[in-house]
């Protein structure tokens, strides 16, 4: 009786463990299933066929249109590409990526390029850069930069160098061909976006001294007000040396007069009692 008694507690252990197991199995699979994009809901986006730089003009051969789960689509997409046709970036856009009215030009801008992307009431101007001053092509379309100009001013003809502009979008960086003699050679252009009197500023800047720009992080937006350096400034470390502590140079009468230069002094000290004093005697060599 004990052997079937042990039976039955085996059997009801396995069987319990199987109901268990069952019911956990059928658990997991819902949420699997509740998981499964393919099983949920879908809706058409519109998406970048090849990456896409900034001001170019869409075309549908540009744009796909691939199933999105319905309840996974941010607010802004496109469901299909008609409607993208005509449209200018504003922005770089990845292959498969969805295509958000934010990155776009308006709709009453039908032509691309660097015009497309100015903001309303300012200007582009380009300047020639090489590997120093465009920071070793660290420099890109969307980046911001300060401009910093050395010249000579009219109080001195020493340089002074000075940060002139602030915070600047740059809207393009390429190549271009300047002719150096008898062979052209390549220089970087930059594309500032500035306004009408920062290119006045910039303008002049590189036509009568020499810029350096300086890159800036994406999230430091404050203004930074400098006096500017200059050669004595920079120098300033330098100044401790007083005039006192340079070497003496002898006089033309003192290098003239041999037995001056070689007289010399002996100071003895005279102790009298309690009191002591100094003699100085000068001798001749």
Known sequence: MGRYKSFIVLGTAVFIALITSVLIYKVLQKKADEQNPAS?????VAVAMVDLSWGTTLTEELVKVVPFPKGYVPP??????????????????????????????PVNIKSGGVAA???????AIAV????????SGFIHAGNRVDVLVTLATERSLAPVTKIVLENVLVLAVGPDLEKK????TPVDVITLEVTPEEAE??????????IQLALRNFNDTDDVWTKGTTIPALLSSYAGSS???KPRVASRSESRTPSAAKRSAVVVELIKGSKAQEVKFERSE
Do not use: H
Request: with cysteine.
């Open 40 to 44: 949920l809901p879908m809706q058409p």
């Open 76 to 105: 802004g997409c496109f469901a299909e590409k008609g409607s993208l046709a005509g449209r200018v970036l504003l922005y770089p856009i990845k292959m498969n990526e969805p295509i958000f009215e934010s990155r776009l030009a």
């Open 117 to 123: 992307l100015i903001t309303l009431k300012k200007r």
């Open 128 to 135: 020639k850069v090489d590997k120093v001053i465009g920071v």
């Open 181 to 184: 003699g008898k062979e052209p």
């Open 201 to 210: 500023k910039l303008a002049l800047a590189v036509t009568e001294g020499k």
């Open 243 to 245: 005039p006192a502590s």
